[in-house]
Every structure is written in structure tokens, then in C-alpha cells.
């Protein structure tokens, strides 16, 4: 095992992680019985600790500073693939019931899991430049619990406790917040300007998530609300220029900003240099990110 970085955080305790990063920028709820801890202090590092039980259960890092020894971000598929094979299928046992994900070939290329002693290693590329855009560290229990691939199981399965609204209400505005943080270490990447948080158009993009979920389509188009000309103007936002990603049914805001980047139109969304604020809207699984240019 590596003797410093990510993958060393992974069953510390709260106490020794505050040693080695200091105070958390804030706390995160989630949907998976764990709390992310965000240190979000650097422009080129970025890290999401995930604590349960005051021990780490999960860690996500992206930035060119980020120490992933043995890995490195921005390393090529070709050089990880020397040292991990990407399997079609990883087998498992948690809480004494035996598990088997299934990866078909396309998220073997943009997302792939490999086994490194007892931790599980959700590699994200970024399928355009063939490199590691960020890393997710995982135990048994926590991959189990997102289900991120098919999952065949014999046994109990494994899952999350069900959520109260208001848990959720906290939960949503963490992955808000969470994208935010993502798209900007993105845009950082490619050598753009960061955009800020605009809660305005978080209100119109809260809206059309809740829409989505409430009623059942998926669209940038609501039967009932119209376009995103329609819901902007709505909601009294003033711009100049305005774009606009959905998603649903991804397991975290993690895993969706990683999806929009290996999508044509919506990379071409999260990394145009024109959009100066962005509104982040969360209902549940559906996710609405609404970018504008603005006169300031």
C-alpha cells in the first residue's frame, strides 16, 4: 500500500484526518449513510472525504496536486492499464452476502473499477484527451450502496437507509455545492475562468429538476414551463448568454459533472468560456445545471 495520499486516508479516523488537511470548508450530507468532508482551500486540489462512523469509507480527489500514488491525474489510460487491468466484472463480499458488478465495455473505457488490496478504485477518464480526469476510493459497503454498475447479487442486498424530505433538502444543496466545486476544478483545468454561483438561476434549475422528477420526463423542454428562455425569464434572469446539462438517476454530483465532461454537448456547456455563473438545481436523482453570462 501506498505510503502517503489518497488511497493512505482511506479507514483513518476523523482525528487523523484533520491532522493531515486540517478543518473540512464544510460538512455534506448524503444519500449513503456517510458525510463528505470538503476541502476545497486550493485551485488545483480538490478532495471529498466521506466519514461514517468517524472512520473514512470513501475518498474523492481531483486536480493536478492531487497526490493518487500510485496513480497520478492526467496519467493516460495506457499507462494505468500497465498496472490495473479494467475487469468486465468484479466480484465481492460485504456484510457476508457475495456481489458481482458487470461493466459493460463503454464504462470500462470512461469509468472503470479496479481492485487495489480492500479498497475499490473508480477511475474517471476524460474519454477526449484519454486521460484520468479524477479518482474515487471506496470499501466494500459504500460501492455496494451506490450500486454505480449492473449488480448481481446472492443474499441480503446491501442499501441505504430511506430519507426523510428534509434529508434530502440537505443532501441536494451538498451536491449543488458539490458540482459547483467540480465544474470550476474542470474549467480550472482547461484553462478557464471559474464561474460563481448565481442563486437566482439555482432557483430556475431547482425548479426544473423537481419538474422532472415530479412529472416524469426528461427534457430540456418542459410541457409546462417551456424551454430555458422561458424558465429564465420566469424566474427574472438577467443575461447575456445562457446554456444549460440535465441528467438523472447518477448515483452523486461526482459522478454527473465526471458524465456531462465525456458528453459532446454538455462538455461543450460546462467548458465555454463565455458563461461567467452558474445555478445548480438537485431534486432527488435529477439534476439541472444552468449556466449564464452576465453583464458584470
Not at 175 to 203: A, C, Y
Request: aromatic letters at 12%.
Amino acid at each position: 500500500m501506498p505510503t502517503e495520499g489518497l488511497f493512505t486516508y482511506m479507514g483513518k479516523a476523523v482525528e487523523e484526518i484533520e491532522e493531515l488537511l486540517g478543518k473540512p470548508t464544510r460538512v455534506d450530507q448524503t444519500a449513503y449513510e456517510y458525510d463528505w468532508w470538503i476541502y476545497n482551500h486550493y485551485p488545483n486540489a480538490y478532495i471529498q472525504v466521506g466519514i461514517k462512523d468517524n472512520k473514512v469509507v470513501t475518498v474523492y480527489g481531483i486536480g493536478d496536486e492531487i497526490n493518487a500514488h500510485p496513480l497520478s491525474i492526467n496519467q493516460t489510460m495506457g499507462e494505468i492499464q500497465e498496472q490495473f487491468d479494467f475487469e468486465n466484472t468484479i466480484s465481492l463480499t460485504a456484510k457476508g452476502n457475495s456481489y458481482r458488478f458487470e461493466l459493460t465495455e463503454e464504462e470500462r473505457q470512461q469509468r472503470p473499477l479496479v481492485v487495489f488490496g480492500d479498497i475499490f478504485v473508480q477511475l474517471y477518464f476524460d474519454k477526449i484527451t484519454g486521460k484520468l480526469s479524477s479518482i474515487r476510493l471506496m470499501d466494500n459497503e459504500v460501492l455496494v450502496m451506490q450500486r454505480p454498475y449492473e449488480l448481481v447479487y446472492r443474499g441480503e442486498l446491501l442499501s441505504a437507509k430511506d430519507l426523510s424530505e428534509d434529508e434530502w433538502k440537505s443532501i441536494e444543496k451538498g451536491i449543488e455545492t458539490q458540482i459547483l466545486d467540480i465544474t470550476n476544478m474542470m474549467r480550472f483545468r482547461h484553462n478557464l475562468g471559474p464561474v460563481k454561483w448565481h442563486e437566482e438561476t439555482s432557483i430556475v434549475a431547482y425548479k426544473h429538476s423537481e419538474d422532472m422528477r415530479n412529472n416524469d420526463f426528461f427534457s430540456h423542454d418542459s410541457p409546462t414551463n417551456g424551454g430555458l428562455a422561458d424558465r429564465l425569464a420566469k424566474g427574472e434572469v438577467l443575461y447575456q448568454l445562457a446554456g444549460e446539462n440535465i441528467a438523472a438517476k447518477y448515483v452523486d454530483g461526482i459522478a454527473v459533472v465526471e458524465g456531462w465532461l465525456n458528453s459532446e454537448g454538455h462538455r461543450e456547456t460546462l467548458l465555454n468560456e463565455k458563461f461567467t455563473h452558474l445555478g445548480v438545481g438537485v431534486f432527488e436523482k435529477y439534476y439541472t445545471q444552468n449556466f449564464i453570462q452576465t453583464w458584470e
